[in-house]
């Protein structure tokens, strides 16, 4: 079926050719008109650090990488429209053959061929799509960063790119990433797929600590429907040749902020194309006890189909959110505990507030984000979990999926 927009799809959208890499997208046949394959070939040899899935159901292309544990890589290929999961060993010889493939066209190691795909689960991958298109296809021109976005796009209604630019002292340097995610969104490693470049030359040991140390305040704290893909990925590549200029913690501790301002930015655009969202809602939990309780509560109320089902209906029905902290099993004292829709109180003290102005509050629920703030005056940890609301067109979306 045909899926309507997102009501957030941004106005605008960053196009430029990167400087140290090329982007090359086709149509190899798994989907029937749009671009389906992208590939990008590094200038120089990158270093990389990368995230899967947590799913005890991984993709080939997921047991593929551990296998091969790249340390650099000078091909990243992806396909969309074919997830080659649950695809037995017949799933891993289509990507020895296609790798085996581009490594030789591209003068390469088969360890330096990272690869994804997204898609239909269960489905065989033909890795003859895929060298069949770019041997007839050697003389294209590089594209731009917006068309390998557009390339790993499912049910996506937008591509997702963002882009920050940093100075660290007289020079400036660009971050920047493409992202895809619409549905399958829960966060137990990166819910989706994302490729995030930095121009700053850094070391393996660099990338894995600032990755490691962003992805739970981002990619791992969204949710669309709780459901964790097979497929997740999430890599981070310096696409700067490696010098011998040694950073500074501060300045690696500067770099890192702004990678985590770069992914919490594509983690949003993922859930605000969330399929079928009219509502963003922003849970935020604070005060609690430990960072697991306040995360644990967040998660209850974010994914709770009965609170998402709520919001899209413009019900401001608080009842739903105290039946989810119930539910996290978190021991908790009630009176302690403070509700709120945006400033809109509706909870205290273990009952109805006294200060709830329905006017207000059903004014508030008309909007199109919404916050839902939880204060347990039992401590000092916060935490915010962006979700989406569940509409009928989810429902319609997934009912007819593979058709």
């Excluded at 895809?180 to 850094?202: D, H, N, R, Y």
């Excluded at 070391?203 to 739970?216: E, G, H, M, R, S």
Aim: glycine share 4%; aromatic share 8%.
């Amino acid at each position: 079926m045909k899926k309507n927009i997102s009501p957030f799809k941004p106005k605008k959208y960053i196009k430029f050719k990167p400087k140290n890499f090329n982007v090359y997208t086709f149509n190899a046949g798994f989907k029937k008109t749009t671009d389906d394959l992208l590939v990008i070939v590094f200038k120089n040899l990158a270093n990389f650090s990368s995230v899967y899935t947590n799913s005890s159901m991984p993709a080939a292309p997921i047991i593929w990488n551990k296998k091969y544990k790249n340390n650099k890589c000078k091909i990243l290929i992806v396909n969309s429209g074919n997830a080659n999961a649950f695809t037995g060993i017949d799933g891993i010889e289509e990507i020895n053959k296609y790798v085996k493939f581009v490594s030789k066209k591209f003068k390469c190691k088969k360890n330096q061929v990272l690869v994804a795909s997204t898609g239909v689960i269960g489905e065989k991958l033909n890795s003859k799509f895929i060298i069949s298109t770019l041997n007839k296809n050697s003389q294209i021109k590089p594209k731009n960063i917006l068309d390998a976005a557009k390339a790993i796009m499912t049910t996506d209604t937008y591509p997702k790119v963002a882009e920050k630019v940093i100075k660290i002292g007289n020079q400036k340097f660009k971050i920047f990433g493409i992202a895809k995610g619409s549905g399958m969104i829960s966060p137990k490693m990166a819910t989706m797929l994302s490729f995030i470049f930095i121009e700053i030359p850094l070391n393996k040991i660099q990338l894995n600590k600032i990755l490691k140390d962003n992805i739970d305040e981002t990619f791992n704290s969204i949710t669309v429907d709780g459901d964790t893909s097979t497929n997740d990925m999430t890599a981070l590549f310096s696409t700067k040749k490696e010098d011998n200029k040694k950073l500074n913690k501060k300045t690696l501790d500067f770099i890192s902020k702004e990678l985590k301002y770069l992914m919490h930015n594509l983690s949003k655009q993922i859930v605000c194309d969330g399929e079928g969202i009219s509502k963003l809602i922003s849970v935020n939990v604070v005060n609690a006890k430990s960072k697991n309780q306040a995360k644990k509560i967040a998660f209850s109320i974010a994914e709770s189909n009965l609170v998402k089902t709520a919001i899209y209906g413009k019900d401001a029905n608080w009842g739903r959110i105290i039946m989810a902290i119930g539910k996290s099993n978190e021991k908790l004292d009630i009176n302690k505990i403070q509700l709120k829709f945006g400033k809109n109180i509706v909870a205290e003290k273990g009952k109805a507030s006294k200060k709830i102005n329905i006017k207000n509050l059903n004014k508030y629920i008309k909007k199109k984000i919404i916050d839902i703030n939880l204060n347990l005056n039992s401590g000092k940890y916060n935490k915010t979990i962006l979700s989406s609301d569940l509409t009928n067109e989810y429902v319609d979306i997934n009912a007819d999926y593979r058709s």
